[in-house]
T-cell receptor, first 112, second 114 residues
Framework: GENVEQHPSTLSVQEGDSAVIKCTYS??????FPWYKQELGKGPQLIID?????GEKKDQRIAVTLNKTAKHFSLHITETQPEDSAVYFC???????????FGTGTSLTVIP | GAVVSQHPSRVICKSGTSVKIECRSL??????MFWYRQFPKKSLMLMAT?????????EQGVEKDKFLINHASLTLSTLTVTSAHPEDSSFYIC??????????FGQGTRLTVV
């Protein structure tokens, strides 16, 4: 089965700096890679995703890059704000209704 | 994004009783529903996958008789924790599958068994 690893487990940055979270996966059949933000006591919320036919995707301050050859993908948050503080999960899926495999999460703290 | 309603958000129950958690997809039909369990500061662990009108498929180590899943319609799935014990205390999250790839999540249910 798929194995998704995520680093770092905790990350603290100063407000305005960038944050980068990295994930690797093992199953070359995975072709869909979403990122979720989870605030305390709430369910995960999709913030950005990327499919295997794309190498990079950007949405305002958030970007995701994918390297299929190396089987890793990364989340980049620029100009971080205190409200970006949360736990972020990466995931991998083969799509078409198959289950999602989640990384272990990164607790991001943005220091004002 | 899709609207998913999960309730209750918090429930406290006595040991030995049963608790039902509902998950509704409000603006789309979900042929597949994933149920996850999340321990404090841990990732989401898939418990079971259900398809509308058929029996759920449980992950290894998940007791199907303890965690009853009903996916009777394309917009509603329920998870019932039967004869709950303190070790069942956890955060449970549903995820209706919209397709072709995206999944959305309910707000989660914090279950505390005392």
């Amino acid at each position: 089965g798929e194995n998704v690893e995520q680093h770092p487990s905790t990350l603290s940055v100063q407000e305005g700096d960038s944050a980068v979270i990295k994930c690797t996966y093992s199953d070359s059949a995975s072709n869909y890679f979403p990122w979720y933000k989870q605030e305390l006591g709430k369910g995960p919320q999709l913030i950005i995703d990327i499919r295997s036919n794309v190498g990079e995707k950007k949405d305002q301050r958030i970007a995701v890059t994918l390297n299929k050859t190396a089987k890793h993908f990364s989340l980049h948050i620029t100009e971080t704000q205190p409200e970006d503080s949360a736990v972020y999960f990466c995931a991998a899926s083969e799509g078409l209704g198959n289950q999602f495999y989640f990384g272990t999460g990164t607790s991001l703290t943005v220091i004002p | 994004g899709a609207v998913v309603s999960q309730h209750p958000s918090r429930v406290i129950c006595k040991s030995g009783t049963s608790v039902k958690i509902e998950c509704r997809s409000l603006d789309f039909q979900a042929t597949t529903m994933f149920w996850y369990r999340q321990f404090p500061k841990k990732s989401l662990m898939l418990m079971a996958t259900s398809n509308e009108g058929s029996k759920a498929t449980y992950e290894q180590g998940v007791e199907k008789d303890k965690f009853l899943i009903n996916h009777a319609s394309l917009t509603l799935s329920t998870l019932t924790v039967t004869s709950a014990h303190p070790e069942d205390s956890s955060f449970y999250i549903c995820s209706p599958f919209q397709g072709p790839t995206e999944a959305f999540f309910g707000q989660g249910t914090r279950l505390t068994v005392v």
